[in-house]
């Protein structure tokens, strides 16, 4: 847009319909509303960003019931509440929620990739997230979401023995998906 403004004003300044002074004054005006306008693009931008939705709607999947996390041998969590268990009517014990997309160990969370990715678009709703499960993975890495990944084998996916199980994870840090 700016290159086109900038060709139009040139084209301007030799018919003679504005003078140089005119020609910079415009230059410089349409350089800060541009500027502007990125900046106010930016909230859009971060909104549709496919790693970021996925975190939004996996903590939304966790806060309806739609999904949980367990330890990692397969039981309730420290602060169960925050990762998809419920208490059970007698008040006594959880019991989880929805589809079980991970494990937490300390601070680390580990989803299970193909489980989260498809809570993560039944949360989505009909707004799906616009990339597939390989993509998505990608992404979580360019946005620094990945808290580690398997140099030794170029994989973004993580080897862990999680509920007695070797299983191949993404590796977050949990407060990127439920807050400090």
Same mark, same amino acid.
């Given at each position: 847009?700016?290159?086109?403004?900038?060709?139009?004003?040139?084209?301007?300044?030799?018919?003679?319909?504005?003078? $140089?002074?005119?020609?910079?004054?415009?230059?410089?005006?349409? $350089?800060?509303?541009?500027?502007?306008?990125?900046?106010?693009?930016?909230? /859009?931008?971060?909104?549709?960003?496919?790693?970021?939705?996925?975190?939004?709607?996996?903590?939304?999947?966790?806060?309806?019931?739609?999904?949980?996390? &367990?330890?990692?041998?397969?039981? &309730?969590?420290?602060? +169960?509440?925050?990762?998809?268990?419920?208490?059970?009517?007698?008040?006594?014990?959880?019991? +989880?929620?929805?589809?079980?997309?991970?494990?937490?160990?300390?601070?680390?969370?580990?989803?299970? +990739?193909?489980?989260? /990715?498809? !809570?993560?678009?039944?949360?989505?709703?009909?707004?799906?997230?616009?990339?597939?499960?390989?993509?998505?993975?990608?992404?979580?890495?360019?946005?620094?979401?990945?808290?580690?990944?398997?140099?030794?084998?170029?994989?973004?996916? !993580?080897?862990?023995?999680?509920?007695?199980?070797?299983?191949?994870?993404?590796?977050?840090?949990?407060?990127? !998906?439920?807050?400090?």
């Amino acid at each position: 847009m700016q290159s086109a403004w900038e060709i139009w004003l040139e084209f301007a300044c030799e018919i003679g319909a504005i003078d $140089k002074a005119e020609r910079a004054q415009l230059q410089q005006r349409s $350089k800060s509303a541009l500027q502007e306008l990125a900046e106010l693009q930016i909230p /859009y931008h971060l909104a549709s960003d496919p790693a970021l939705r996925f975190v939004a709607m996996l903590r939304a999947a966790l806060a309806s019931g739609g999904a949980y996390v &367990a330890d990692h041998r397969g039981k &309730a969590p420290e602060s +169960p509440g925050i990762w998809g268990w419920r208490r059970k009517q007698t008040g006594r014990g959880w019991v +989880p929620q929805g589809t079980r997309v991970g494990w937490i160990a300390r601070s680390e969370l580990f989803l299970e +990739p193909t489980a989260s /990715y498809q !809570v993560a678009q039944l949360a989505a709703g009909v707004e799906r997230l616009p990339v597939s499960e390989q993509a998505l993975r990608h992404r979580l890495r360019e946005r620094g979401l990945l808290a580690s990944i398997d140099v030794g084998r170029h994989m973004l996916l !993580v080897r862990r023995s999680l509920e007695g199980c070797p299983r191949q994870v993404l590796h977050l840090k949990a407060s990127d !998906v439920v807050g400090p």
